[in-house]
Structures are given as structure tokens and as C-alpha cells.
């Protein structure tokens, strides 16, 4: 009897595979970062080929470690880093170029080119989005008039295009013989191509991005049969069943599946989900509209999204190209060591700013600097910077949803820094809540795929599941909140302006 799922989290630093039994407990963990490849200023790439190696790795491990065979697994989901594109070839399974990571801000001049006269929202009351480099829509655009043949061998219906959902789909289920092209809306929601109403692919957008048909998934739902694991697999004839995007799969994993539930995971960057329902609601606070999830034949769920781009990873920027800490839990011993930031504000601008804001002329800035600062000072304002733009998607989402959220649901690797979330309650006024599994990317693919072949009834056995582990509430000011939240505003403002003709 099969008593347990597998998740596949095929996240941006690292791929994991993790099984889970029935009360949503973890039961192993195979883990392996990948590469991360900076060609040039504001390109960022992963090696595909790496990336699935390491995803059969890690369902090795995760297998020996639990001691546990195919037989005992009844089924495997996926999630993944969204909106990050592959483009390989059909035949021999060869990515045509490395993934561009969804952080890529190389496309920026097709990013302008389509926007045109209309401007960035010229498609957004179809998808949802609007034009940006963060999207997968655009890096199609750049590998097809950028990399060699590419375009021949596309309009020759040679290449595929997916996220590392599809990536990982089509390869587990037989590669060139005989793989499964497909996609769930989650992930479809994130290309620029999706209409939110119908769940189709949009001709008209296609044909004005120049890239064609033949090259995309197939959209399902994010819980449904979609093929099995091929025979030379460990996992071989097991039903892959479950595909969400990463921040929707953490929803999901939250149990957060109703119109005014939300979650915000905090991992590389920061990404606010708030549910609502199967209503379609376009933000007039600079937040996307995107799919929360579809099971099976039912009607899809909607939500709005605030996206942060720079959060966890400015810790391992401290890490790695500064080099004041040797591992990120350090950062916290560091910031706690002064009193409060000395004054210094970071905007971690790296690749302009996302939402609100969506400002691609932006780039990073520490404001405030005096002789006074150490980076002890430095450490404590990149934490906090996380906060601080938390806030600021928070005030979005009230904005847009006319009721103001009465707590928040975090998960994510930095929920573990306790001097952070203290910080993110004072600045927000309102609780913040951790749930005893903040595994919950993975254990949301988990639930999709358990779902779809009957391993969970419905989403009540999956609510009787979440637990709360830890809550923080807020010890803050009122004056010292907005005086933090003034000078903060105030230091963003510092960030804008700077890309020019000349700085790129
Ligand atoms: P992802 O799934 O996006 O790869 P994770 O949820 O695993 O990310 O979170 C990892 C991120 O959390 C890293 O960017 C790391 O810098 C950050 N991080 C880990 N531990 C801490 C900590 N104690 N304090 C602050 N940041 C941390």
C-alpha cells in the first residue's frame, strides 16, 4: 500500500525532492543546489541539464533515506521556480541555451519594444501582468533572436519551450521517447501568454511576441493525471499528478484556498499571495493578478500577488560578494550585536524594483551612510529591508481587497530569523504566524498530486493538517512605525532614476 506523495521542488538555488505521509509530515529530504551563472551584469542563468541530474539525485536520496521504494509512493508533484525558461530541442532533449532565471533582467530593450506606445499594461487586462523582464514571455523573445538557428529550428516545430515544471515533466515521463509537454495554469499565468478568462493560449499575444505555438506546454490544472514516470526511472510507472508554481504551491501548502486567505514565503525573494476566489481581481496597487490554483475539472481559483525580487538573496549577497558573514543564520548575530541600523536604509534594487513600484530604472542604494556605520549596521538594514517591502505589499493588498489582512501566514527559509519576524510584526501592526511545516512548497505539490488520485478526499483533510507553530505580534510604536516606514519610503525613493542610456 502506498502511504506516502513526493514532492519535486525545483526551486532557483537548489533542487529537493521530499516525501511526505498522509498527516503532511515530512518523512526525508534529498537536497542539491545547483550553479548559479552570472554571464553579465543582470543575467542570470542555471544549467538545465545540471538541474535535472539533480532532480533525479534527490529522489534517490530522499528514496534511500526513508528506506522506501516506488511501490510505497503513490504519487509525485512538482513545483518550481516560476517563470524561468528553458528552450530545448524535441528530438534529442538538448536545452538550445541555459535556462534564464526569472531574476534575468536582460530583456528589458524587448520588454520597451512591446510595450511600444501602450506602455507596460498593454496586455494586462488579458493576463493579468505587466510587460517586465520578470516574466518567461519575454526570454523566449531573447533566446529566438539571440541564440543561433534558434528561430529556424522553432518555426520547424523542433523546439519546446517550459518553465522547470515542464522541464522536469517531460523529462521524468521519457524525455524525447515519448515525453509529456505539458503545463498547469499557475505556471502558464507567469509567461504573458495566458488568458486569466479562458486558461488558452492568446494567438493575437503570441503573434506579437513572435514566437509560435507549436513551442508551448499543453495547460492542464494543477491537480490531474498528466503522464507516469518512464521505466528507467526510480519512480518508474508512479502517476505524476500534481503541478503548482512555487509561491502558489506554498499557498496551497498554508491550506490558505479561500478568497481572503493569504501566505508570504520568504526565500530569495519575497512573494505575498492573497486568494481571491474565483473572482478575477486587477490591482490598482501595482500588484499581478495570477492563478492560485485549479483542481481538475473545476473552476480555476485566482489571486493577487505581490512579488519582491531581492530578500533572502541579499543575505547571501552579504555572504558572497561581500563576505561579512560565512553563512546566512550569522546575519543574525551580526545585525543583533548593535542597537538598530545606525540610520542606514537598503533598497536592494538589484534588478530594478518590483511591486509595488515596478520601477526597471531602479538599482540597489544604502542611504543614510555616516562614518558612524559598520557593517554591523549594513547587516541589520539588509534584514529589515525584507520587512520593509513586506509592508509596502501588505498596504497593496488592503488597498486592492478593501479589507485590511488581520494576520499573516509566513513560510520560507528566513522565517527561521526570529529578530526578522519580530521586526515584521512591529512594522505591519498585526500578527505573524509560522505553521509547524514551513516546508510548504513542497508539501503544497505534495497535496495537488495526493489529491488528484484520491490519497486526500479534499482540501478538508488537507485543513485539518496545518498546525501553528510560532506567533509574533507586534511590540511596536505607532509614531516609531510610521517614523520607520517615512525614512524607508523616503531611502526608495533614492533607488529610482538611476538606469540610463549610459547605465544599464
Ligand atoms: P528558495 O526556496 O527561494 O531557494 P529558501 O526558502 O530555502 O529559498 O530560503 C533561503 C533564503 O533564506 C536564502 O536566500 C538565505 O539567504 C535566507 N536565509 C536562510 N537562513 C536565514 C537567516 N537565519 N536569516 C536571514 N536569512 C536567512
Given amino acids: 500500500m502506498a502511504d506516502y506523495v513526493i514532492a519535486i521542488d525545483q526551486g532557483t538555488t537548489s533542487s529537493r525532492a521530499i516525501i511526505f505521509?498522509?498527516?503532511?509530515?515530512?518523512?526525508?529530504?534529498?537536497?542539491?543546489?545547483?550553479?548559479?551563472?552570472?554571464?553579465?551584469?543582470?543575467?542570470?542563468?542555471?544549467?538545465?541539464?545540471?538541474?535535472?541530474?539533480?532532480?533525479?539525485?534527490?529522489?534517490?536520496?530522499?528514496?534511500?533515506?526513508?528506506?522506501?521504494?516506488?511501490?510505497?509512493?503513490?504519487?509525485?508533484?512538482?513545483?518550481?521556480?516560476?517563470?524561468t525558461a528553458v528552450?530545448?530541442?524535441?528530438?534529442?532533449?538538448?536545452?538550445?541555451?541555459?535556462?534564464?532565471?526569472?531574476?534575468?533582467?536582460?530583456?528589458?530593450?524587448?520588454?520597451?519594444?512591446?510595450?511600444?506606445?501602450?506602455?507596460?499594461?498593454?496586455?494586462?487586462?488579458?493576463?493579468?501582468?505587466?510587460?517586465?523582464?520578470?516574466?518567461?514571455?519575454?526570454?523566449?523573445?531573447?533566446?529566438?533572436?539571440?541564440?543561433?538557428?534558434?528561430?529556424?529550428r522553432a518555426e520547424a516545430g523542433d523546439l519546446l519551450f517550459g518553465t522547470t515544471d515542464s522541464w522536469v515533466l517531460w523529462n521524468l515521463t521519457g524525455g524525447p521517447e515519448g515525453g509529456v509537454h505539458a503545463t498547469d495554469v499557475t505556471n502558464a499565468s507567469r509567461t504573458?501568454?495566458?488568458?486569466?478568462?479562458?486558461?488558452?493560449?492568446?494567438?493575437?499575444?503570441?503573434?506579437?511576441?513572435?514566437?509560435?505555438?507549436?513551442?508551448?506546454?499543453?495547460?492542464?490544472?494543477?491537480?490531474?493525471?498528466?503522464?507516469?514516470?518512464?521505466?528507467?526511472?526510480?519512480?518508474?510507472?508512479?502517476?505524476?499528478?500534481?503541478?503548482?508554481?512555487?509561491?502558489?504551491?506554498?499557498?496551497?501548502?498554508?491550506?490558505?484556498?479561500?478568497?481572503?486567505?493569504?501566505?508570504?514565503?520568504?526565500?530569495?525573494?519575497?512573494?505575498?499571495?492573497?486568494?481571491?476566489?474565483t473572482e478575477i481581481v486587477h490591482s490598482k496597487n501595482g500588484l499581478l493578478t495570477t492563478v492560485g490554483y485549479k483542481i481538475g475539472d473545476e473552476p480555476a481559483h485566482y489571486a493577487l500577488e505581490g512579488s519582491i525580487a531581492v530578500t533572502g538573496s541579499l543575505i547571501q549577497w552579504l555572504r558572497d560578494s561581500l563576505g561579512i558573514i560565512s553563512s546566512a543564520p550569522e546575519v543574525e548575530r551580526l545585525a543583533a550585536s548593535v542597537e538598530d541600523n545606525g540610520g542606514v536604509y537598503f533598497v536592494p534594487a538589484f534588478s530594478g524594483l518590483y511591486a509595488?513600484?515596478?520601477?526597471?530604472?531602479?538599482?540597489?542604494?544604502?542611504?543614510g551612510m555616516t562614518r558612524f556605520v559598520n557593517k554591523s549596521h549594513i547587516a541589520r538594514a539588509a534584514l529589515e529591508a525584507t520587512a520593509f517591502q513586506t509592508r509596502e505589499v501588505l498596504d497593496a493588498v488592503n488597498a486592492d481587497s478593501g479589507v485590511n489582512l488581520e494576520e499573516l501566514k509566513v513560510d520560507g527559509g528566513m522565517t527561521a530569523n526570529d529578530a526578522l519576524m519580530q521586526f515584521q510584526a512591529d512594522l505591519l501592526g498585526v500578527p505573524v504566524v509560522r505553521p509547524m511545516i514551513t516546508e510548504t512548497t513542497a508539501l503544497?505539490?505534495?497535496?495537488?498530486?495526493?489529491?488528484?488520485?484520491?490519497?486526500?478526499?479534499?482540501l478538508d483533510d488537507l485543513r485539518a493538517n496545518w498546525?501553528?507553530?510560532?506567533?509574533?505580534?507586534?511590540?511596536?510604536?505607532?509614531?516609531?512605525?510610521?517614523?520607520?516606514?517615512?525614512?524607508?519610503?523616503?531611502?526608495v525613493t533614492k533607488s529610482m532614476d538611476w538606469v540610463d542610456d549610459d547605465v544599464k
Avoid at 66 to 72: E, G, I, K, M, P
Avoid at 116 to 121: K, M, N, R, S, T
Avoid at 359 to 367: F, Y
Wanted: charged share 25%; proline share 3%.
Fill in 444 to 458: 503544497g505539490a505534495a497535496y495537488a498530486a495526493g489529491l488528484a488520485v484520491g490519497f486526500w478526499q479534499g
Fill in 467 to 491: 498546525q501553528e507553530d510560532k506567533r509574533w505580534t507586534s511590540q511596536m510604536a505607532d509614531e516609531e512605525r510610521d517614523r520607520q516606514m517615512r525614512l524607508w519610503k523616503k531611502a
Fill in 192 to 277: 504573458l501568454f495566458m488568458d486569466l478568462e479562458t486558461l488558452e493560449w492568446r494567438d493575437d499575444i503570441l503573434e506579437a511576441f513572435d514566437v509560435p505555438r507549436s513551442m508551448l506546454p499543453k495547460i492542464c490544472s494543477s491537480s490531474e493525471v498528466y503522464g507516469v514516470a518512464e521505466n528507467s526511472s526510480l519512480l518508474r510507472e508512479t502517476p505524476v499528478s500534481g503541478i503548482l508554481g512555487d509561491q502558489q504551491a506554498a499557498t496551497f501548502g498554508q491550506a490558505a484556498f479561500d478568497a481572503g486567505e493569504s501566505k508570504n514565503t520568504y526565500g530569495t525573494g519575497n512573494f505575498l499571495i492573497f486568494q481571491t476566489g
Fill in 21 to 83: 505521509d498522509r498527516k503532511g509530515n515530512i518523512v526525508s529530504v534529498g537536497q542539491r543546489e545547483h550553479e548559479q551563472i552570472f554571464p553579465k551584469p543582470g543575467w542570470v542563468e542555471h544549467d538545465a541539464n545540471e538541474i535535472w541530474r539533480n532532480v533525479q539525485e534527490v529522489i534517490g536520496v530522499a528514496l534511500a533515506k526513508a528506506d522506501l521504494t516506488r511501490h510505497d509512493i503513490a504519487s509525485i508533484g512538482i513545483t518550481n521556480q516560476r517563470e
Fill in 356 to 367: 509595488p513600484y515596478w520601477r526597471p530604472d531602479a538599482r540597489g542604494a544604502i542611504v
Fill in 87 to 152: 528552450v530545448w530541442d524535441r528530438k534529442t532533449g538538448k536545452p538550445v541555451y541555459n535556462a534564464i532565471v526569472w531574476q534575468d533582467t536582460r530583456t528589458q530593450a524587448i520588454v520597451d519594444r512591446l510595450a511600444g506606445d501602450e506602455g507596460v499594461d498593454r496586455f494586462k487586462s488579458i493576463v493579468g501582468l505587466p510587460l517586465a523582464t520578470y516574466f518567461s514571455g519575454t526570454k523566449i523573445v531573447w533566446i529566438l533572436e539571440n541564440v543561433e538557428g534558434a528561430r529556424e
